[in-house]
């Protein structure tokens, strides 16, 4: 059997510098620190404009948007005295029972926004229509028998006194006298 001789492999790493003398190295690293700052600053140009272009379709999309809200028009809300969550699904089955309807079917009043809060006196866990009204005209808790007040008797603002402070027109419909309890807390302290 013949015996090789040893060859250089294939892919022999020769660094290319070790052939420059001093002058070529330090072109060469100047032109490179340039590549790297051009690159950087390219970069933060890049990072900038896209913070720039983000935030401006940011501001554009809120002020369009708060323009195309407009004000309301036209505020309803109706106050069922003693109506609750119980007197609907009544009301729901008894609608269904009567026309022959599925089990699924939805009335009218399913179909409007209906919101409901915990009106619920500061001193009692039984409420009264007079603090229960005033839960849901001034947005706050008080006690039995009182209308308009916080619970250390301080008149407090209706709904219907912020609208009037937004510049719209308001109103009280009822169908008992307006100085029985739950209309009572919406017009007087």
């Known amino acids: 059997m013949a015996r090789r001789e040893a060859t250089a492999p294939l892919l022999a790493h020769e660094d290319p510098r070790d052939s420059f003398d001093d002058e070529e190295l330090e072109l060469l690293r100047k032109e490179e620190a340039k590549h790297i700052r051009r690159e950087r600053a390219r970069m933060v140009l890049c990072l900038g404009l896209a913070i720039?272009?983000?935030?401006?379709?940011?501001t554009i999309t809120f002020y369009f948007a708060k323009m195309s809200l407009g004000r309301s028009?036209?505020?309803?809300?109706?106050?069922?005295?003693?109506?609750?969550?119980?007197?609907?699904?009544?009301?729901?089955?008894?609608?269904?029972?009567?026309?022959?309807?599925?089990?699924?079917?939805?009335?009218?009043?399913?179909?409007?926004l209906v919101g409901s809060s915990r009106t619920r006196s500061s001193d009692s866990l039984?409420?009264?229509?007079?603090?229960?009204?005033?839960?849901?005209?001034?947005a706050l808790k008080t006690y039995n028998a009182a209308i308009g007040v916080d619970p250390t008797g301080n008149p407090c603002g209706t709904i219907?006194?912020?609208a009037k402070d937004l510049g719209m027109l308001t109103g009280l419909v009822v169908t008992s006298r307006v100085t029985h309890a739950t209309p009572a807390a919406f017009s007087a302290h």
């Open 52 to 58: 720039i272009l983000t935030s401006s379709a940011v």
């Open 73 to 112: 028009r036209n505020v309803i809300m109706m106050v069922s005295d003693g109506f609750g969550p119980a007197s609907q699904t009544y009301g729901r089955s008894f609608y269904q029972y009567k026309n022959n309807y599925p089990k699924g079917e939805m009335t009218s009043l399913d179909k409007m």
């Open 126 to 138: 039984v409420t009264d229509s007079a603090a229960g009204a005033t839960a849901f005209s001034c």
């Open 160 to 162: 219907l006194e912020a």
